[in-house]
């Protein structure tokens, strides 16, 4: 079965305690992920630490990275899956960008 290669947008709010080599491990994680699954990732930034509209896991604060990537439809279970099994990413959103 052949399945559609989607671009996507994927928020992840990193917990705050985490340390700069450790983020640097989690988005390379991330990364690979989706390049060991044939996608591509276009680009990661990341944005500053925020403040939370409201606590989670008792932080009022965390690390925002944003990752633009492709991937094959039917591997995005997989790939959300697994960032829900990181202990350091709080909470991460995954939109498709581009046509309907």
């Known amino acids: 079965m052949v399945y ?3 671009s996507y947008e ?8 985490t340390g700069e080599e450790k983020i640097s491990e989690v988005i390379d994680k991330v990364n690979q992920f989706i390049s060991n699954r044939g996608g591509v990732v276009e680009k990661t930034e990341q944005w500053e630490r925020r403040k939370l509209a409201y606590p989670i896991k008792q932080f009022m604060e965390a690390d925002y990275f944003l990752t633009r990537f492709n991937l094959e439809s039917n591997l995005l279970k997989e790939l959300e899956a697994d960032l ?3 202990g350091e990413i709080l909470r991460h959103l995954v939109v498709k960008v581009g046509s309907a």
Not at 10 to 17: A, D, H, S, W, Y
């Open 84 to 86: 829900k099994a990181s």
């Open 10 to 17: 994927l928020v992840t709010i990193i917990n705050p305690e």
């Open 4 to 6: 559609e290669v989607h």
